[in-house]
């Protein structure tokens, strides 16, 4: 009773056997993880915006590389837009100095969507003492910015 050697199964006689795939674990968005994504997300932007304008401003202007006076002109405070209307106009117009603005103004309003969100997290949560206590710090930061832009 000496077996036959079994030769391997042709193409057509295998059978494919395929398995369901099975979804990733879902992580449920708790508020610590939801405010971890605003900064991180937030510095990564700042960043990105920040790195495009210098790299356009020294690609745009390379005379900042060997020349003093020209990079004194760069780093005065006359020749950087100073509005946010005059920021917007400079990045439709694709001006570096307007890039690295907007990403240091979007460093500035990070930690306050934090605090909007913050408001909005204990809201949902019906914690009314947080929810008093960050509405009168977010008030107090916008409070700061109208009339830090009132010159």
């Known amino acids: 009773m000496n077996p036959e050697p079994s030769e391997p199964p042709s193409p057509r006689e295998t059978t494919v056997t395929t398995t369901a795939a099975v979804p990733p674990e879902v992580i449920p968005l708790t508020p610590e993880l939801l405010i971890s994504q605003l900064l991180r997300g ?11 304008g210098m ?18 002109r760069l780093t005065s405070p006359d020749s950087a837009p100073h509005r946010l209307p005059d920021v917007f106009e400079g990045v439709l117009a694709v001006r570096g100095q307007s890039f ?52």
Request: hydrophobic share 60%; glycine share 6%.
């Open 100 to 151: 690295v603005m907007a990403g240091l103004l979007v460093m500035i309003t990070v930690p306050v969507l934090r605090v909007a969100l913050s408001l909005g997290i204990f809201r949902a949560q019906k914690d009314r003492t947080f929810a008093a206590i960050t509405t009168s710090v977010l008030a107090l930061l916008l409070l700061a910015f109208l009339l830090g832009g009132v010159e």
């Open 55 to 72: 790299v356009m401003t020294f690609f745009r202007h390379p005379d900042y590389f060997s020349s003093p006076d020209a990079l004194q």
């Open 42 to 52: 937030g510095v990564l932007l700042s960043m990105s915006l920040v790195t495009c």
